[in-house]
């Protein structure tokens, strides 16, 4: 099984196990007390949109493909082990398998983090975390804690770089009759893009955060900001080289604005609501990312859901803009024709305009299962998302996708 590590999480296992033996140093506890369990999704999706792939996230590089019943998009299987070694210290490692960027189901280390908690208020952890983006659970990888088949891919399947290697803090505090708590976190980033039919890792990527969660009984109010920041992006170097050397000056002040770093931000507001057999959610985003030509967007999903014995038939919709900010024209003349091609590319190469609506019913049949089926009705001016044979993004798109899970947890 091919695992990806780095300095903080192999500085993990080195402090995981020098608190096992502090924990027995002070407690006489021989050993720790450990847990293993795991969680999965078997899915099923069809389309008829022939030549077009349908993804849940840019992580994947593949999906859903036209006119055949498909089995990749959805299913995953996880397994996780937790340790507590006393009062104050513990340790959790979790892997996954789904497809990834590269086509293949290799199982990768998703969460693998030793936590410190000196008191009910404040946790501290150290090595592979996750980022708060999540309403019904803390990983977009377990189907089952999500009402639907798939967290909102139209809000969530672009924020895919939800993992990083490095440490968070989290306070807690009484506040009126719920409880709020202030988590702090900075890393390297990590995770992986399927663009336009290549994988994409970003190099030397730094991830800075912050999450404020108010939770009472029936209700949840979460603010999320993240900021990824790259410092060496080369994607755009041969684009910037032949502009800098085309006989146009319009052409060389466009390569000085290609920069290789740059910012990825994204902040959201969050609200779950629980009342008797009905629940609520909604999600709002707002995105930017700082490379030419400059994209910013906003996306929104709203869930509303009813409750009957075993029984919750649901609704969703969701939309995306993602856009340049400023307006990069440039027109050079016919015989600098597949260089304008290229340009043209970079400059609309992420633009996204999505919207899609869906109904489906969620089938509580047995302890830790749930089978769900939903219907998603998807209108596409541009999207990365859905694309065709060789992995560009679809144009003018409008296809109806029909979905169908097993999730459990063990």
């Given at each position: 099984?091919?695992t ?6 192999c500085?993990l ?10 924990a027995r140093?002070?407690?006489g506890?021989?050993e720790?007390?450990?847990?293993f369990?795991?969680?999965g999704?078997?899915?099923?999706g ?6 077009l792939t349908?993804?849940r ?10 006119g ?11 397994v ?5 070694f006393?009062?104050?210290w ?7 398998s789904?497809?990834?960027?590269e086509g ?13 908690s000196p ?11 996750g980022v708060?983006?999540?309403?019904d659970?803390d990983s977009?990888?377990v189907g089952?804690a ?22 968070d803090?989290t306070?807690r505090?009484?506040?009126g009759?719920?409880?709020l ?5 900075g ?5 992986d893009l399927?663009l336009y ?6 190099s030397?990527?730094?991830?800075l ?9 029936g209700?949840?109010?979460r ?14 170097a041969?684009?910037a080289a ?9 052409a060389?002040?466009?390569a ?6 740059h ?12 009342r008797?057999?009905?629940s609520?959610?909604?999600l709002f985003?707002w ?7 400059t994209?910013h967007g906003?996306?929104?999903n ?6 009957v014995?075993?029984w919750k038939?649901?609704v969703t ?7 340049p900010?400023?307006?990069?024209d ?6 600098l024709?597949g260089l304008?091609a ?7 190469r ?11 019913v969620?089938y509580?049949f047995a ?5 769900k ?6 209108d ?9 044979s060789?992995?560009?993004?679809a144009r003018?798109?409008?296809?109806t996708?029909y ?8």
């Open positions: 099984m091919k990806r590590l780095s300095t903080p999480v500085l296992f080195i402090l995981l196990s020098l608190s096992a033996g502090a140093a002070d407690t506890t021989p720790p007390v450990w847990r369990g795991g969680f999704t078997f899915g099923a069809y389309h008829g949109s022939d030549g349908y993804r996230d840019l992580e994947q590089a593949g999906g859903h493909d036209g055949r019943v498909g089995f990749r998009g959805d299913s995953r299987i996880g996780q082990a937790s340790a507590t006393d009062g104050h513990s340790a959790q490692i979790q892997s996954v789904r497809l990834d960027s293949k189901w290799t199982p990768q280390l998703s969460w693998t983090f030793l936590r410190y008191s009910d208020t404040l946790d501290v952890r150290v090595g592979r975390l708060d983006l999540y309403l659970g977009r990888h089952y999500f009402t639907t088949v798939r967290p909102s891919p139209e809000v969530l399947g672009i924020v895919t770089q939800d993992l990083f290697d490095g440490l803090l306070l505090r009484s506040a009759d719920g409880l708590s202030l988590r702090l976190y890393g390297h980033s990590r995770g399927s039919g290549s994988r994409f890792r970003p030397d990527a730094r991830r955060g912050a999450t404020l969660d108010w939770v009472r009984e209700l949840t109010l603010a999320a900001w993240g900021d990824t920041y790259t410092s060496s992006d080369r994607a755009l041969p684009l032949a502009l800098a050397a085309a006989p146009n000056a319009l060389q002040q466009r000085a604005q290609i920069d290789a770093s910012h990825l931000t994204f902040a959201g507001l969050g609200a779950l609501y629980e008797g057999p009905f609520a959610q909604a985003s995105s930017r990312f700082s490379q030419f030509p994209y906003n996306g929104a709203v869930l509303l859901a009813y409750r014995g075993a038939p649901y919709y969701s939309r995306l803009s993602f856009n900010q400023e307006q990069r440039l027109s050079l003349p016919a015989p024709a304008q290229n340009y043209d590319f970079a400059v609309d992420l633009t996204m305009n999505q919207r899609s609506i869906g109904a489906g969620r509580d302890r830790n299962y749930a089978l089926f939903q219907v998603d009705h998807v596409a001016a541009e999207s990365v998302l859905i694309i065709d060789r992995g560009m993004p003018s798109v409008g296809m996708l979905s169908i899970t097993l999730d459990f947890v063990f």
